[in-house]
């Protein structure tokens, strides 16, 4: 932390770089049960889906429609309630993004028609891709220095935990007392997360900075992190380590998540999260019908799905306290590994052999890692006054992917086992796309620490003052 002589201004960089506060594990649990509610209303429909495919006798392609409907949504949701985000705050997104993911999950238990679940599961995508991209730059813009992706990661784990728990609540609810009972439980729960969320919840510091909130009102949100922050006497607030672009308008700071090195690294996080996204959300929607065709029972499958999904992005928080001082290229090592198992898995050789379940485990594992670490890339390149905008971005092209993996899933994986075999051996191209993804990722973030280093030495700031609204 610095001040002037008169000891009146304050870096809050420097402040919040000093180290985890007991704060900062609060706002990482806070954060946590967002996503795993999240998670939990997102998957019920990948878990639930045998269920409404023999109740509403589904075909192939239908099946995929259904799949894909809460993708598409969270594809226009990641990008305006990102963009929103970047204008309002982190914390008003987040609450009415939960708030109605509670309404339309308990909502979609009454859907009676195909057409119906369409278009409910489309609008809870809205929410639920509303609120990631902000939770993601609440954590980032809050963490230390060298914390800000594992926390991301971190985060992402309570999504992968909730994504693994709708497994288990589909199992014990589905079989005795249906379906939609799976939709009723998860919609009331989340609800009561929202109104914990209302006393809970704080916004980003760097965020109110940035946009130049008065020092008055940000000063008690600092006072968390550090309670001798507020009795300092401290007038004006700066983030010396961001550009200012006070000012500016919405559409010219989105120019910024293309200013200088940004103009390679954004289109490459694009690609990566769309190669990624393939491969997992093929994996999420079709999991438990690629095992079931392949002669696992279906219950069992959802377990292995389950315990898949947790795996994945408890690996995903380890490689990321590993990697995150070493760069991304480290990273590639999770799709590496994944690329021969899926072949393995594709070719057929293995089934109903001993390996198959190990094999099905470590390939699901380790592509969940990879996209664990991938999420925690897609914002961090940013500053704060466009970092939910970048991730929302990210967030808005990797779900192109998320759409069409159930669709093509549908007309091409579904058929029979050799089609789910070819699911498997495509799963191992889209792979490979992250592998190069990250391995170009990695060149190009070492020159833009090299120009943000260069930048820091010159040039304005982010600066909030209390004459800020005067």
Known sequence: ??????????????????????????????????????????????????????????????????????????????????????????????????????????VTGYAGTPEMLIALRFLGGLAIGGLLAPAWSLNIESMPAGKRATAVTIIMLGFSAGS?????????????????????????????????????????????????????????????????????????????????????????????????????????????????????????????????????????????????????????????????KRGPIWIALAPLIGIPLAVLIGSGLIDSGSMFVPVILLGGTTIGIGHAAVIAMTSFYYPSAVRSTGGGWASFMAKFAAVAAPIVGGYYFLADRNAVLEGYNFTALCLGGVVIGIVALSFFAKRLEAQRASEAKAGPRSVGTAEAVR
């Not at 201004?9 to 954060?31: E, Q, Y």
């Not at 987040?94 to 993911?101: D, E, G, K, P, S």
């Open 1 to 106: 932390m610095s001040s002037t002589a008169a000891g009146r201004t304050l870096d809050v960089s420097a402040l919040l770089n000093r180290g985890m506060t007991p704060f900062h594990w609060r706002l990482l649990l806070i954060s946590s049960l967002v996503t795993f509610f999240d998670g939990l209303d997102y998957s019920l429909i990948s878990f639930t889906l045998p269920y409404l495919r023999d109740e509403m006798a589904l075909t192939d392609e239908m099946t995929g429609f259904v799949s894909s409907a809460a993708f598409a949504g969270q594809m226009v949701g990641s990008l305006f309630g990102s963009f929103i985000a970047d204008i309002v705050g982190r914390r008003p997104v987040i609450l009415w993004c939960t708030i109605l993911a509670a309404v339309l999950t308990f």
């Open 164 to 324: 693994a728990a709708a497994g288990q609540v589909t199992n014990f609810l589905a079989p005795d007392f249906g379906w939609e009972a799976v939709f009723w439980t998860s919609g009331v729960v989340t609800g009561l997360l929202a109104i914990l969320l209302q006393f809970t919840l704080p916004e980003s510091a760097r965020w109110m900075v940035a946009k130049r909130k008065p020092a008055a009102q940000v000063l008690p949100l600092l006072g968390r992190f550090d309670p001798a922050v507020e009795q300092a006497g401290y007038t004006e607030l700066v983030l010396s380590d961001e550009r200012n672009t006070a000012g500016e308008s919405p559409w010219a700071k989105s120019a910024e998540l293309f200013r200088g090195t940004l103009a390679f690294i954004t289109p490459i996080l694009w690609f990566t999260y769309f190669c990624s996204s393939f491969a997992i959300y093929l994996k999420s929607a079709f999991g438990v019908l690629f095992m079931e065709e392949l002669g696992i029972e279906r219950t069992y499958a959802a377990d292995l799905a389950s315990i898949n999904g947790l795996l994945g992005a408890i690996g995903g928080v380890f490689l990321l306290m590993y990697t995150e």
